[in-house]
């Protein structure tokens, strides 16, 4: 029995100047009824706002919690024209390049090393699989599954047996293979630590644009052409020129398929918002095994709760946050994978995709305890 999970890092890197984000803000609104919710869509013809959450523009919609970042120079006409419309909105980040600098709070232990409690480089990460495959050469193999654009090698890590200390991890390895992706947007994440901090798409080029990369969570088959947002190179949410058209893409899917027989369930990884998720995110249908579904991810998100309160909402994507397509989610299930989850990690927006280091470790103790859970639930109930 096999466990995969790919881990989607969605914007979690430094950036260098010159691009620089000093004195934007980012604001959070809450559209109290279409009128409020059309003035947001308007603004962003007019501005170049940056949507957190939801992803696009398009997604913007009565009583949801919008998310968006403006340059200095567009801030205090953004500001104004909330203030002329009676919005009630709250300005969550003052100084997106300070709470950047911020975000890197804890010392390193070994200068130019990995480390569980701080955000490594794509160097770092690389020289972590090597070691863990030096070090437990019996417990753990790296598997190249292909290479991005930019031709960096995608690494799975396989991890078959432990030690004993934990009892649990004993248990579940001692009877499950688990397959992490540990990096999935190799080039996006290289260029958010050296060129963009809040680089989020992939770096391949389109085709009659000078707009680079393709959102790889939407280039998966699954309702590729179903959302019109997507179509925009320039679009943080772009779905690429075709299903699987991104090296990444191709990658993943090739290694599900061949591993499909053996394959239980797939959890994916992500950034921000505290949400655990399941099929579907393209259709308002609830997939055959829903009601166990929304079992699993109850009992998850009150399991992750008990370690320090973090509370979570469960669901599926569509009526739990907004649609979506082409997510690598969705596909694994039409695929024939019955347990596929994705968690939205912490936080709700006070730091949004610039969590501290400080809550890394905390955030990975109470997420264990949820991907513990869904384990060994999936050893109890399938062959």
């Not at 997106?96 to 480089?121: M, T």
């Not at 047996?161 to 004993?170: A, F, P, V």
Request: proline share 4%; aromatic share 12%.
């Amino acid at each position: 029995m096999k466990l995969i999970l790919p881990m989607s890092l969605i914007a979690t890197t430094l950036a260098i100047a010159p691009v620089r984000f000093d004195r934007e803000k980012v604001f959070r609104v809450k559209p109290q009824d279409e009128k409020q919710a059309d003035i947001i869509k308007d603004l962003a013809k007019t501005n170049e706002l940056d949507f957190w959450y939801p992803s696009a523009t398009h997604y913007v919609a009565v009583n949801m919690t919008v998310d968006f970042r403006v340059s200095e120079k567009e801030s205090q006409a953004i500001q104004s024209a909330l203030d002329q419309n009676n919005m009630h909105y709250e300005i969550l980040i003052h100084d997106l390049q300070d709470e950047i600098e911020k975000q890197f709070d804890v010392k390193e232990d070994i200068p130019g090393r990995h480390s569980y409690a701080k955000y490594n480089n794509w160097e770092k990460i690389v020289a972590w699989t090597e070691k863990m495959m030096d070090k437990h050469p019996e417990m753990v193999s790296r598997i190249k599954i292909g290479s991005t654009v930019e031709n960096n090698p995608l690494y799975v890590l396989k991890a078959t047996k432990t030690y004993g200390r934990n009892k649990i991890m004993t248990k579940l390895l001692d009877r499950m293979n688990f397959y992490i992706l540990p990096v999935f947007n190799v080039d996006g994440y290289i260029w958010s630590w050296t060129k963009n901090r809040m680089w989020r798409k992939n770096r391949s080029k389109n085709q009659n644009s000078k707009c680079i990369g393709t959102d790889l969570n939407r280039n998966f088959n699954a309702s590729w052409n179903s959302i019109s947002d997507t179509k925009n190179p320039c679009a943080e949410t772009y779905r690429g020129s075709a299903p699987e058209s991104e090296k990444e893409t191709k990658a993943v899917t090739d290694f599900i398929r061949s591993h499909l027989n053996e394959i239980k369930v797939y959890i994916t990884f992500h950034s921000y918002s505290q949400l655990l998720l399941f099929p579907y995110g393209y259709t308002s249908k609830l997939p055959r095994n829903h009601d166990v579904l929304a079992k699993v991810a109850k009992i998850g998100t009150d399991v992750l709760s008990t370690r320090y309160e973090t509370r979570y909402i469960y669901g599926p994507i569509k009526s739990t946050i907004y649609p979506t397509s082409g997510s690598s989610l969705d596909w694994a299930y039409d695929l024939g994978i019955k347990y596929t989850f994705a968690f939205e990690l912490r936080d709700k927006g006070k730091y949004g995709f610039l969590l501290p280091e400080s809550q890394i470790k905390p955030t990975c103790r109470e997420t264990m305890l949820a991907v513990k859970f869904i384990a060994k639930y999936i050893l109890k109930h399938t062959s």
